[in-house]
């Protein structure tokens, strides 16, 4: 396989988990920083508001990916035992419905009965879960590993704004922060983009317009809340 055959679509399940960490990682955890920043609350009090939305944000992260995931895993599970049962009582039917979508992607009817037929000869229940359900190995479900990802990503992403409180003295911390988070967004963006073989510029703007504004948004609640007190 030459390098421009290369496919990417294998990545997508701890592309995605990763990516929805990091970014979750670094905008909430800037925007807790810049929220009780703004409100007036002193180094050590940020902090230990940036800590613990540290762990509470990768446990949240793991727990959500893994029941979300878990869920769609066990539709997954439940279509492949209907379709096994299916396939047991009625094997014409089932041969029929797969013929019919290879007739749709431009098989014609003899050529698209070979092949539905030799495909359920080898493995006929892979074959329906893959052409009929959109189900196969590459793209399944797997929850342990979108739980791990999300929460390890998440991390990382937010002991970087921690990193420039520590930095960063208490008259420079809300531009410190809000232009390392945004810098460190841009470059969440470009490999994310770079590993999935998306336009870069697209997928940096986007992150980054979306983090500016919930920190944007986190910064007024902050300043409000401070004037009202």
Do not use: C
Not at 98 to 106: A, C, D, F, P, Q
Not at 112 to 119: E, F, G, H, R, W
Not at 121 to 128: C, V
């Amino acid at each position: 396989m030459s390098p421009s055959e290369i496919h990417r679509t294998h990545r997508t399940g701890w592309l995605r988990a990763a990516v929805l960490g990091a970014n979750d990682g670094i905008v909430s955890t800037a925007s807790l920083i810049l929220g009780v920043a703004a409100a007036g609350v002193g180094t050590h009090g940020i902090l230990v508001t940036g800590v613990a939305g540290l762990v509470a944000g990768a446990m949240s992260m793991a727990a959500g990916e893994y029941v979300s995931v878990s869920s769609q895993a066990d539709t997954e599970r439940a279509d492949l035992t209907r379709e096994s049962k299916e396939l047991a009582a009625n094997p014409a039917q089932e041969h029929a419905e797969l013929m019919s979508i290879y007739v749709k992607r431009g098989l014609d009817e003899t050529l698209a009965s070979n092949v539905a037929s030799q495909l359920m000869k080898y493995d006929a229940l892979a074959a329906h879960g893959r052409d009929e359900l959109g189900i196969s190995d590459t793209m399944a479900a797997q929850p342990v590993q979108a739980a791990l990802v999300s929460a390890g990503t998440f991390a990382v992403g937010a002991v970087m704004p921690l990193l420039i409180v520590l930095l960063f003295p208490i008259s420079a911390l809300m531009w410190g922060v809000a232009g390392s988070s945004l810098f460190f967004l841009g470059v969440l963006g470009f490999l994310s983009a770079r590993a999935g073989g998306a336009p870069v510029i697209a997928s940096v703007a986007r992150i980054a317009f979306w983090g500016a504004l919930a920190m944007a948004l986190t910064t007024g609640v902050g300043a409000l809340f401070g004037v009202a007190a």
